[in-house]
């Protein structure tokens, strides 16, 4: 009968910790129109370095599953956007869009993503879509970064210092 207890209160208090440890659906912020956490395309995670067209300071940009540079990415409820933002007044509308200044929106664009400010009234944004690049003669993995309306190139960004120079 001991060595069934002893099997048996492991077993307990592990199902007792799963079961009062919140779910990451759970500590989503509430009332924001959040449908789920958007998942960055593999192809996009890392840390990338790159170099702005007439720059010659050389930046990063760090992309997880989850996030762009520290910034969580959330898919908005299209559902909740037509009742609560789209059709209320200008003034509701702006408060809204005060309130959720620090909340990105992200979508899927062909093999990468766009992010987005949360509550999009024009098309802007920053495009991250995996490319192939040639240099010096080699093939290697890139990330084209193109920003705005449509996905204007802005910089290629690479896993190494070295490739950016």
Same mark, same amino acid.
């Given at each position: 009968?001991?060595? &069934?207890?002893?099997?048996?209160?492991?077993?307990?208090?592990?199902?007792?910790?799963?079961?009062s440890?919140?779910?990451?659906?759970?500590?989503?912020?509430?009332?924001?129109?959040?449908?789920?956490t958007?998942?960055?395309?593999?192809?996009?995670?890392?840390?990338?370095?790159?170099?702005?067209?007439?720059? &010659?300071?050389?930046?990063?940009?760090?992309?997880?599953?989850? @996030?762009?540079?520290?910034?969580?990415?959330?898919?908005? @409820?299209?559902?909740?956007?037509?009742?609560?933002?789209?059709?209320?007044s200008?003034?509701?509308?702006?408060?809204?869009?005060?309130?959720?200044?620090?909340?990105?929106?992200?979508?899927?664009?062909?093999?990468?993503?766009?992010?987005?400010?949360?509550?999009?009234?024009?098309?802007?944004?920053?495009?991250?879509?995996?490319?192939?690049?040639?240099?010096?003669?080699?093939?290697?993995?890139?990330?084209?970064?193109?920003?705005?309306?449509?996905?204007?190139?802005?910089?290629?960004?690479?896993?190494?210092?070295?490739?950016?120079?």
């Open positions: 009968m001991k060595k &069934k207890l002893l099997l048996f209160v492991p077993f307990l208090a592990v199902l007792l910790f799963l079961v440890t919140p779910t990451y659906a759970s500590k989503l912020p509430k009332g924001y129109g959040i449908a789920k958007f998942t960055t395309p593999k192809a996009t995670r890392g840390t990338w370095y790159y170099r702005e067209k007439g720059d &010659k300071t050389i930046s990063k940009v760090k992309i997880t599953a989850h @996030s762009v540079d520290g910034k969580k990415l959330y898919v908005p @409820s299209q559902k909740f956007f037509e009742k609560n933002v789209y059709n209320v200008a003034k509701k509308r702006n408060q809204f869009i005060k309130k959720t200044e620090n909340i990105y929106a992200a979508a899927n664009y062909k093999k990468g993503f766009n992010v987005n400010n949360w509550v999009n009234l024009a098309g802007d944004g920053e495009y991250y879509i995996p490319v192939t690049r040639t240099v010096n003669g080699k093939k290697v993995k890139a990330l084209r970064i193109a920003t705005g309306a449509g996905p204007y190139t802005a910089a290629y960004a690479y896993k190494t210092k070295a490739l950016v120079k």
